[in-house]
């Protein structure tokens, strides 16, 4: 601005030039020269942009052409306030899908500048077993069945495995078992250092399952009787039998962690007594069970882990020989073992005449009482 003599405000013009070389060049090329004209005494900004004629590291040197002054009445005084460069191409330049939000909030007096926090709801679409059809179809799932395949196959693997490498009959068996009990995986998996072989363990929980690989597909080991036995123990082909019981005392009650898809999928707590205590709860331990969100599926997976501390107490391990066993992981065998009952016995079968059967070994049996014999 330039003030007259009475104190009113006159329109003001000053020029600089813009001038730019690569790094590596001596000679400056000048790019323009702006007029920047204005009749105001507060500060205010110009912005100027142009494009490079190729691409490298550059100089940029701004020169302010109108001759300095020392009278007062004149205000022209310039700053360079920043500078920015903006690549002509897509701003995300990731090989990976990605999945955008754009966000356009008017400033207020309670928000102005950078959203520090954004949370959304959103539902995984991936490949589902629809039972009704009998096949894969692409939709909106919490199912960990569907969820399992996605989290081998979605472009954030390095490794994705294939169809082939999938057991897919067995997920949709799976599928099936988890739909009609209600289970669900609804959780975001961002825990840092995590691996693919957590993420696969985390939602097969969540659908009382296991990851398993036999070597050629991947699969999971149901938590459920098993409709066929696959193989015998017994002391006549194996060794090295050891069991193991944890004795602890059970607290009164479980204290469940959970994320309540009733109450737009908040921290919440539920109290899951123990079965058949009566008392007052004053002995508690946390229960983590990440993934589900339905206090109902909480509260009946809570009183679950219960029976299985009471009833599955046991843990066995025993050796057989060979390099190649019939029973493979999540196979249902039966065990004959002296250790757990004087009154077994286990045998070869010689021959079998009619209804008689001969053993390699004496068995000796009391009139009264009634026995079995499995092969």
Known sequence: AHFNDKGNKRTRTVQIRIEQRLVTAEEWAEVTVLDLSAKKAEGFY?????????????????????????????LQRCAWAGLQTIRPEYPLNYHRPLTLVA??????????????????????????????????????????????????????????????????????????????????????????????????????????????????????????????????????????????RAYAEPPHAWIARFRDEGNDYNIAERVIRRPGYEGDITLTETLEMPGLTDPAIVWREGLRRFYEAEYRPDLLQITQEGAARVATRGDAVVIS???????????????????????????????????????
């Open 103 to 244: 966000a356009r909030v008017k400033a207020t007096h309670q928000l102005s500048g950078a959203l520090d926090n954004f949370s959304a709801l959103s539902r995984r679409i991936c490949l589902d077993w629809d039972h009704e059809t009998d096949t894969w179809v692409m939709r909106a799932t919490s199912n960990p069945a569907a969820l399992f395949r996605f989290v081998l196959q979605c472009p954030a693997n390095p490794k994705p495995a294939a169809d082939a490498e999938i057991d897919l009959a067995l997920l949709a068996d799976w599928h099936d078992f988890c739909r009609l009990k209600g289970l669900h995986y609804n959780r975001v998996l961002e825990q840092a250092g995590s691996t693919l072989r957590d993420a696969l363990t985390e939602i097969a929980v969540a659908g009382r399952a296991s990851p398993r690989h036999d070597g050629v597909k991947w699969g999971v080991v149901i938590d459920r009787p098993a409709p066929m036995i696959v193989d015998h123990v017994s002391p006549r082909n194996s060794w090295g039998f050891s069991l193991r």
């Open 337 to 375: 073992h002296d250790i757990l009952s004087h009154t077994q016995c286990a045998a070869r079968v010689k021959a079998v005449m009619g209804w008689g059967i001969l053993l390699d070994d004496a068995v000796t049996m009391v009139d009264g009482s009634t026995y079995a014999l499995r092969f």
């Open 46 to 74: 110009r912005q100027h942009t142009w494009s490079f004629p190729e691409r490298g590291r550059w100089q940029i040197r701004l020169t302010l052409l109108t001759a300095e002054t020392e009278n007062t009445r004149i």
